[in-house]
């Protein structure tokens, strides 16, 4: 299954620099743990925000609801999911 997922991201403005510094480090390889996987497909960043666009490819919503727990960011974010499906005017098989 297909998941478009908006993630916006809102740090405490008083959080310590370093602690903000290691989970987003520990995001990164985490994310792209998942992208070398094939579950998050594409990663967008939002121009002017602290958000990204992404999409994800996992058997369910509970493996997608799993896999966004494990983020070490997920404590700060504002999260939209929409699930996509193939559209029937679509020219591709596949959403490379």
Not at 3 to 20: E, Q, S
Request: aromatic content about 8%.
């Amino acid at each position: 299954m297909l998941f478009h997922v908006k993630m916006t991201v809102k740090l405490p403005l008083d959080m310590d620099p370093a602690k903000a510094a290691q989970l987003k480090a520990d995001e990164k390889e985490l994310a792209q743990r998942l992208m070398r996987e094939g579950k998050w497909r594409h990663l967008w960043r939002i121009a002017g925000q602290y958000a990204n666009y992404s999409v994800f490819d996992l058997d369910s919503v509970q493996e997608l609801h799993d896999t966004l727990l494990q983020l070490p960011l997920f404590p700060y974010m504002e999260i939209e999911i929409d699930a996509l499906c193939r559209h029937p005017s679509s020219i591709r098989d596949d959403d490379r």
